[in-house]
Each structure stands twice: as structure tokens, then as C-alpha cells.
């Protein structure tokens, strides 16, 4: 969507806080020994304490109210039986509406003592998100966001899933412009305009180009398989740059 009035900006922060502190509390709800489903469970009850329909359940009939993505499971994983250890990277992708507002957030987290190799994984990404982030506002190129997460991606020997994109959102959760690069590109002419709200969400990797579909008609594998972290806000391009709704204050 382009944001035109202050009130509309308004109920865009208002989703913005609630997919950002449904996120965060369920990661310091994580306890190695629950499962997935468990987590799933404090989101949604979560969401719905504040009035807000989980976007993936209402619109995909995804079977989950949110994402749950463990280790070598890239995005979209689907809330069950699998318990969270000591070790893991486990991602939570919170997007949901309300009044007919939609906002979109994500981030990986360690679960207790991780590889001090998937620790630098880790705050690169959050590193990549913001750069991207950097580079949105109203008059500037779209394929920036990309090209400049791409250089710092290579410039520290990281790889970038090539076929999951930023993407338009705020009156649906895909919208216009639907495909946004988080990876170098050539020939992308777009310009970011005054008011577009979209997502910055690169997934970087140690070595994977690609997701792959699993047995499921859901979840995501790197391909080749390498370990990958994805950060994720919700952010509208002003003329004094970007302004990020998915905070949780």
C-alpha cells in the first residue's frame, strides 16, 4: 500500500507493535524441551489478546498462527511435535491484521549456546536487515536495498537465498510491489515512492542459494544445504527515509 494520511500510518504502527511484541515475547517464552506446536501456541494467544488475526492462517490457511523455522528448516516452518534444544536457531515469523491493516516481522534467535560461527550468522543478519533498511526512501532506487545488502553479504564470504524476496504489504500480505530483491540485480528500474510501505528481508546464508520445497507443502530447505538466518521488518519510505512499524514500543 502507499500510505497517504497520518491515520492510516497510525493503524499501520498499531499492527506494527503487536506482530513486533507477539515475536519478541515468544522468543523469551523458548525453553529448550517444548516443541514448536507449544511456542505457536503463546503467539497466538498472543494475537488474539489483542485483537489481531494471524495473516498466514487467514489467508493461506497455513497450519499455524505463525512461522517456525528450526535449524536447517529455511522459512515457513510449520508448528508441531518438534522440540527446540540447546543449540538451535530458531526463527519466528509473525505476520497478522487488524482493522483491515496487515504487518509483517521476523528475526532468528540462538537457543542457549550456539557455534560461535552461527553467533556472527547471526548478528550479520540482523547487520544485512538494517542496511536494507537504509536504503529505502521516497525517490530512491528499489533494487538499491538489494544491491547494497548483496555487497556486504560478499564482502563477508555470506551467501543470499536467491528466491525468497521483500515483498509490498499493509492492506494485504503480499501487495505491490510483489517481488523485491534482497540480492543484486540488474535491470530493476523501479523507484521507491513517497508512502510505500514493504518488507527488508534478507536471508543470509553460509552457503545456500536456494529454498527448496520439502514434503510438506510448506516448509523451506537451503539449497545447498548451509545454515540461514532471516531478520524481517515492516517499514514505509518517507522523504527523510524509512520509518519501521514492526518495533515492539
Not at 105 to 110: E, H, I, R, V
Amino acid at each position: 500500500m502507499t500510505i497517504t494520511q497520518p491515520e492510516e500510518l497510525e493503524a499501520l504502527k498499531a499492527i506494527g507493535r503487536i506482530v513486533a511484541r507477539t515475536m519478541h515475547t515468544m522468543a523469551q517464552s523458548i525453553e529448550p524441551g517444548m516443541t514448536t506446536r507449544e511456542l505457536d501456541d503463546i503467539g497466538r494467544a498472543l494475537l488474539e489478546a489483542d485483537g489481531a488475526l494471524s495473516a498466514p492462517e487467514s489467508i493461506y490457511d497455513f497450519p499455524g498462527a505463525t512461522c517456525i523455522s528450526v535449524n536447517e528448516e529455511v522459512a515457513h516452518g510449520i508448528p508441531g511435535d518438534r522440540v527446540i534444544a540447546v543449540g538451535d536457531l530458531v526463527n519466528i515469523d509473525v505476520s497478522a491484521s487488524k482493522d483491515g491493516y496487515f504487518a509483517d516481522t521476523g528475526a532468528t534467535f540462538c537457543v542457549g549456546a550456539v557455534h560461535p560461527r552461527l553467533e556472527r550468522l547471526c548478528k550479520d543478519g540482523k547487520r544485512a536487515t538494517q542496511i536494507g533498511i537504509n536504503q529505502v526512501g521516497a525517490g530512491k532506487p528499489l533494487a538499491g536495498i538489494g544491491n547494497a545488502i548483496g555487497k556486504f553479504a560478499k564482502d563477508r564470504g555470506y551467501t543470499l537465498i536467491r528466491n525468497l524476496a521483500s515483498h509490498g504489504v499493509g492492506l494485504s500480505l503480499h501487495e505491490y510491489p510483489e517481488e523485491i530483491a534482497t540480492w543484486p540485480t540488474r535491470g530493476d528500474r523501479r523507484t521507491i515512492t513517497k508512502g510505500l510501505v514493504l518488507t527488508v528481508e534478507p536471508f543470509l546464508s553460509t552457503g545456500g542459494h536456494w529454498a527448496a520445497e520439502a514434503e510438506d507443502p510448506w516448509t523451506l530447505y537451503a539449497e545447498p544445504p548451509a545454515p540461514c538466518v532471516q531478520y524481517e521488518h515492516t517499514v514505509v519510505a518517507t522523504d527523510k527515509g524509512p520509518i519501521i512499524v514492526t518495533l515492539p514500543h
